[in-house]
């Protein structure tokens, strides 16, 4: 008879030697590193006091230290082994303390008074029940509890040890109120979400969510798969129609395309960038004319706004503004925004 999978003994085995694996590509932690320090940032939340449940071999745990310096920071992991790797990886962050715990026992949490209660991609290794219980207590010890996991029903079956949850749901049971951040890009069609979730939250954490709630529901169309292949496929046609191949152009599309194969023979620049990569959307009005300018020096023959990006257009509206006064815009349909940079 099969034994029944226990969640602890497996992340006990695990732990023995996670670090060495690569089972997410870096640049999707990466850009999931820089979204959670952006939304923490842009929402002001409190960080003096912080608990990381789960925290792993303290990747995001060094994160939070060195982007909070005066922070106090209680990281805590079932694993023996990777608290050990832990406190190697962050043995440079003075006032961060590791511990172990196992949120299934029932010891207190170590300490109280947090300003957040954070765990990164730990949730969803649990099954909803745990996760309710889990949050009831953290809310107790944290104003705030946020977590980074996956959350959009995957149309593949589940790994045992995995739980693709609706967190405003879980979240509501524990008694909590939750504002929703999706990553501004899937991985294999997975999405992930950012949640900050408290008895009541702040103003700053709505108004963020509805900045950044119209790039989020183009990023979700769950359903739509298919609309979403032939809209991206239409859009596609268009650009080759529209630009001369081999031409090195600026794409704003929140990294929701990803490699476009029928692109392929275009340099494409992603907006904003940074040595090549995707940096993120600009902090303001005057970040995104800047850089538009520095690209168009190097050679940028066109700025492309896909569907999943417009809506930059009204967000950053002293941008758009300026653009439109001073580019030609040579299409404008529901794929596609395009403006001729004339360089
Ligand atoms: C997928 S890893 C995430 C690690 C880290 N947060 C990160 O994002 O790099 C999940 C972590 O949760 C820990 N974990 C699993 N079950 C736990 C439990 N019952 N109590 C405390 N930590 C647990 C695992 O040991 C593992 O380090």
């Known amino acids: 008879m099969e034994a029944e999978f226990n969640v602890n003994d497996y992340w006990l085995e695990r732990g023995r030697d996670y670090m060495r694996e690569q089972r997410t590509p870096p640049e999707f932690h990466r850009m999931q590193e820089r979204f959670l320090l952006g939304v923490l940032q842009r929402s002001a939340l409190p960080m003096r006091r912080v608990l990381e449940i789960g925290c792993g071999f303290g990747r995001v745990t060094r994160l939070l230290a060195e982007a909070w310096p ?5 990281a805590v992991d079932l694993s023996p082994e990777q608290l050990a790797n832990a406190r190697r990886y962050c043995s440079d962050a003075p006032r961060v303390r590791f511990a172990p715990y196992d949120f299934y026992s029932n010891e207190p949490l170590p300490g109280a008074g947090y300003d957040m209660a954070l765990a990164v991609e730990v949730f969803l290794h649990h099954p909803p029940e745990a996760v309710v219980g889990l949050a009831r ?13 996956w959350s959009e029903s995957w149309p593949w079956p589940t790994p045992e040890h995995v739980w693709v949850h609706d967190f405003a749901g879980l979240y509501a049971q524990a008694g909590l109120v939750c504002a929703a951040f999706p990553l501004p890009g899937k991985i294999e069609g997975k999405q992930q979400q950012l ?9 700053s954490v709505r108004q963020l969510e509805n900045t950044l ?14 609309a979403w292949t032939q809209r991206l496929a239409m859009a596609t046609d268009e650009l080759r129609r529209l630009i001369p191949g081999q031409s090195r152009w600026i794409l704003v599309d929140d990294a929701q395309w990803g490699r476009v194969r029928a692109l392929s023979g275009y ?11 995707w940096w993120g959307p600009p902090a303001d009005d005057a970040t995104a004319w800047e850089e538009l300018q520095r690209l168009r020096r190097a050679g940028a023959s066109h700025l492309v706004f896909a569907w999943p990006a417009f809506w930059w257009l009204q967000h950053y509206a002293d941008f758009s503004e300026r653009l439109r006064a001073t580019f030609p815009c040579v299409l404008e349909n529901n794929r596609l925004v395009v403006f001729a940079l004339g360089s």
Do not use: H
Not at 137 to 149: E, M, P, Q, S, T
Not at 267 to 277: H, N, Q, S, Y
């Open 213 to 226: 709630r119209p790039a989020a529901a183009s990023a979700q169309a769950p359903a739509a798969a298919d």
């Open 195 to 203: 949640f900050v979730a408290g008895r009541t939250l702040p103003e």
């Open 70 to 74: 005066e922070a106090e920071i209680m």
């Open 267 to 277: 340099r494409i620049v992603p907006f904003l960038e940074k040595d090549g990569a």
């Open 137 to 149: 207590r953290l809310a107790d010890a944290a104003c705030y509890v946020v977590n980074i996991d």
